[in-house]
């Protein structure tokens, strides 16, 4: 049973250029939540995706963009890349069902930002 | 909003002996769910132990357990015969519902001492 996965593992970009990354779901799960990891910080949270639409958003400028696609994989779109968006990103999958599900997280993605 | 705070930045706990790690939450709901996440230098991001607000009975998962105080709003990690291996980041998260985003708190760095 594949677990949650993201691409790439590291990134490097400079400021101003935009970046997409990518996560799979674990096999079963329909919903995708996005966090970024600040060094030494919790995760915050970014959005969350089901059924292909952006179901709930955290407080990040619209810089932060994602989709889903209809097998539940999912992107995530940084423009106009700032050096404070240097940060570990954490793709967490779900399954909607009544009463709520466990988040389960893939491996990040490392982006640095120069 | 919901916060989520974690008063030890670190601990250290020998090998084979018990350490417990505080969690508090703020939130006006009722029924929502807590996580301890556990977070080692490889970056990913692992389910320790999740518990129920409705439900009075800590949760317990071989050697972890939680004591889940809900009118004080506390939620602390206690593991038992400590191993090399739990040497990580833990996480303190709350969510609403299962599937809801996680709020978490700044983390504990554990240290097990050989």
């Known amino acids: 049973d594949a677990g949650v996965t993201q691409s790439p593992t590291h990134l490097i970009k400079t400021r101003g250029q935009q970046v997409t990354l990518r996560c799979s779901p674990k096999?079963?799960?329909?919903?995708v939540s996005w966090y970024q990891q600040a060094l030494g910080q919790g995760p915050q949270f970014i959005f969350q995706?089901?059924?292909?639409?952006?179901?709930q958003r955290g407080n990040f400028p619209d810089r932060f963009s994602g989709h889903q696609f209809p097998n539940y994989s999912s992107e995530l779109n940084v423009n106009a890349l700032l050096l404070g968006d240097s940060a570990l990103y954490l793709c967490?999958?779900?399954?909607?069902?009544?009463?709520?599900?466990?988040?389960?997280f893939g491996p990040g993605t490392r982006l640095t930002v120069l | 909003a919901q916060t989520v705070t974690q008063s030890q930045p670190e601990m250290s706990v020998q090998e084979a002996e018990t350490v417990t790690l505080s969690c508090t939450y703020d939130?006006?709901?009722?029924?929502?769910?807590l996580f301890w996440y556990k977070q080692p230098p490889s970056r990913q991001m692992i389910l320790v132990i999740r518990?129920?607000?409705?439900?009075?009975q800590n949760a317990t998962e071989n050697r972890f357990s939680v004591n889940f105080q809900k009118a004080a709003k506390s939620f602390s990690l206690k593991i038992s015969d400590s191993q090399l291996g739990d040497a990580a980041m833990y996480f303190c998260?709350?969510?609403?519902?299962?599937?809801?985003?996680?709020?978490f708190g700044k983390g504990t760095k554990l240290t097990v001492n050989p």
């Open positions: 967490a999958s779900s399954l909607a069902v009544p009463g709520g599900d466990t988040q389960y």
């Open positions: 096999s079963g799960h329909d919903t």
């Open positions: 995706y089901y059924e292909e639409e952006e179901r």
């Open positions: 939130t006006s709901e009722s029924d929502y769910y």
């Open positions: 518990q129920e607000a409705y439900k009075q």
């Open positions: 998260a709350y969510s609403k519902g299962g599937s809801e985003k996680l709020v």
